[in-house]
């Protein structure tokens, strides 16, 4: 199993479409979790750290699950905009070493 | 704020050429990183720097890659000699843990290498 697991997609959705991705990761001393986002040929910004309690920044809520592993990120009324790759970033334990998943591809249509 | 700075922002070299990267963190953060990115894939870490120190290197192919945090400031990245397979986007990144937000990184626009 990878340490951390995106399905890539791409999704394809409409206009004002709900859309989750989820994150799976096999390291359960995990302590921090983060959503980037990165648009074609740019790099990779934060888009949410993901917190325990669950975190909602406007469209964009973000949620984690210790006992199946896995975290979620859910963007609610989608925007053209949006349309960019999703990367989970999973902290594998007290070492501070951040692992990357692939990606999850998500394009936003008229 | 500056951000991270990174240049050249494009490379083209013939394989077996040497290349190097240069890396301006943002002013404070103490943690730095070398990345190496390949089309539909996720950043892969090369190198990470605490200060001048090198903690983690385990994935730095050292046979021809090479780096260097001489001040814990600005960093450069080596590779010598360039093979095919080392064309991809290098990207430097930068965090500070004793801000409020651990483990954030800033990443730079990313050089992007071809080597033919």
């Known amino acids: 199993r990878k340490e951390v697991e995106q399905d890539p997609g791409p999704f394809n959705v409409p206009e004002g479409a709900t859309v989750a991705f989820n994150c799976t990761y096999s390291n359960s001393a995990s302590q921090s979790f983060f959503w980037y986002r990165q648009d074609c040929r740019k790099e990779p910004k934060l888009l949410m750290s993901v917190y325990s309690s669950g975190n909602e920044d406007g469209r964009f809520t973000a949620q984690l699950n210790r006992a199946s592993q896995y975290i979620s990120l859910l963007i609610r009324d989608s925007k053209l905009s949006d349309s960019a790759t999703y990367l989970c970033?999973?902290?594998?334990?007290?070492?501070?070493?951040?692992?990357w998943g692939l990606g999850t591809s998500l394009a936003v249509n008229p | 704020e500056a951000g991270v700075v990174q240049s050249p922002r494009y490379k083209i070299i013939e394989k077996k050429q040497p290349v190097a990267f240069w890396c301006n963190p943002i002013?404070?953060?103490?943690?730095l990183y070398w990345y190496l990115q390949n089309l539909g894939q996720g950043p892969e870490l090369l190198i990470r720097?605490?200060?001048?120190?090198?903690?983690?290197d385990s994935q730095l192919p050292k046979d021809r890659f090479s780096a260097e945090r001489l001040k814990g400031v600005d960093s450069t990245l080596k590779i010598q000699p360039a093979e095919l397979g080392d064309s991809a986007v290098y990207l430097c990144a930068s965090s500070d843990r004793t801000g409020g937000r651990t483990d954030t990184q800033y990443f730079g626009p990313g050089t992007r290498l071809t080597v033919l």
């Open positions: 002013s404070g953060h103490n943690t």
């Open positions: 720097y605490e200060n001048e120190e090198a903690v983690d």
């Open positions: 970033v999973v902290n594998a334990g007290n070492n501070r070493k951040l692992i």
